[in-house]
């Protein structure tokens, strides 16, 4: 059975560099993909998918003025054409809105699939980094245990994660059951189940709301584009962080 752990970590700053190029990158391609996918739906009623973003990729790669896709491993700007695929197969299923173009001020994701990561002596290795992510173990990892996909995520408060998915051969399958049950969804109490189980709300946002809205006060007398704008939205991310 398949699990994933979240893991923080403090990239080098030759690591970070590379990793902030490579959130651009898969940024970019998404956009440039979706931007696409609508203009040829709104202009021409044609449906565009993963296979011909995939060929556009590669075109684009040879362009001198995206030349620097080059310097970043390939998996991750595949992966991020195949989560616009699946964003936009939920989208007509009615399950989502329409996909949102990525901005920077969000942070962003790498995934890396098998081929673009090695796992040797519980230590990560991504695709063009010579030297082991700094990850800070916070759980043991359990024997046997073979990652199937990392994902690196820098969050807008400026914090770097890595989720590791692994194959867990030590979770069995629960048992079948023809019990169910209820579950409700309160404010004095976060859930309440038919049987009459109650776990308490922590009440989180309540606890940091002062801090958060005299931040996000601050932020909004910040000038637009300066460095202590920027420092203000970072100390607003990091408020919302430890609400979440």
């Not at 329409?98 to 990560?124: L, W």
């Not at 690196?152 to 069995?172: A, N, Y």
């Amino acid at each position: 059975m398949e699990k994933a752990y979240s893991f923080r970590f403090y990239p080098t700053p030759t690591q970070e560099s590379l990793l902030r190029r490579t959130l651009g990158c898969v940024r970019l391609v998404y956009n440039k993909a979706l931007h696409l996918r609508t203009q040829a739906w709104y202009e021409k009623q044609e449906r565009v998918g993963y296979t011909e973003t995939s060929s556009m990729l590669t075109d684009w790669k040879k362009q001198e003025e995206l030349e620097f896709l080059n310097e970043v491993s390939c998996v991750p700007l595949q992966q991020g054409l195949r989560h616009l695929k699946t964003a936009f197969t939920n989208f007509f299923a009615g399950r989502t809105k329409y996909p949102n173009f990525k901005k920077k001020h969000q942070g962003g994701s790498a995934e890396f699939t098998k081929s673009a990561f090695k796992f040797k002596d519980k230590q990560i290795y991504l695709a063009k980094c010579t030297e082991p992510l700094p990850i800070r173990w916070s759980r043991q990892i359990p024997d046997g245990c073979e990652p199937s996909t990392v994902t690196v995520r820098l969050h807008p408060s400026g914090r770097w994660h890595i989720s590791i998915r692994f194959d867990d051969p030590t979770i069995k399958p629960l048992p079948v059951t023809d019990k169910a049950i209820g579950i409700d969804l309160g404010i004095s109490s976060l859930v309440i189940t038919s049987d009459g189980d109650k776990v308490s709300n922590p009440k989180h946002f309540k606890k940091h709301y002062r801090r958060l809205r005299k931040a996000q006060k601050s932020l909004s007398r910040k000038k637009k584009d300066s460095n202590n704008r920027e420092k203000a939205r970072i100390k607003v991310a990091k408020i919302h962080a430890q609400i979440t």
